[in-house]
């Protein structure tokens, strides 16, 4: 009697098992969110200034108020004439017209350039991976950059990571989460899998349960 007691219940903890074993796979293989977009809305894209950057910035017919300056922590530059001015979140071109209108005041009719040369960018607008990626870190956002260029430069992915349970977080979108296939991706170079990416996006990818 108590041998079969004893049988009754193992056989039903092993169908539990199995149970929630086809659940986590089912949860591993679909994390429940819609596939990304192939083609990410950037048309209309203009690289913004973030802290980090280094600026050329070129005055003309005036040598001695031409200079590169780099973009401090706070967001802001100071030049000669400009004890500091905002250009975090500025195209190129808008803080050149800033510049300008500041000059005038020393300056007659000044013509203004400026050139980014090191590219970090807003924070807003970096790609950050986070995870199982070899090397999780934030990357300052390129136009057409595509979920496998951002995998190229984090390394790929751990030996514990669930590729094709990974996300991304799309702050342009209000956060909004879409899957992406990030193992058919790299290890099995299914190329219909790769996506891109906008600024400000999130790459999430979880550990592998098994």
Known sequence: MLNAIISLVS?????????VLVALLGACASPGFPPAPSVADTQTYSYLIGPGDSLNIIVWRNPELSMAV???PDGKVATPLIDE??????????????IEKQLGKYVRDPVVTVIVTSFVGPYSEQIRVVGEAAKPQALPYKQKMTLLDVMVAVGGLTDFAAGNS??????????????????DLIKRGDVSANVEMRPGDILIIPQSLF
């Open 70 to 72: 780099p973009v401090r």
């Open 85 to 98: 001015l905002t250009a975090q979140g500025k195209t190129s071109t808008e803080l050149a017209r800033e």
């Open 166 to 183: 990974a996300t991304i977080l799309r702050s342009a979108e209000g956060n909004k989460q879409y899957a992406v296939r990030l193992k």
């Open 11 to 19: 056989d039903r903890a092993a169908r539990l098992g199995a149970v």
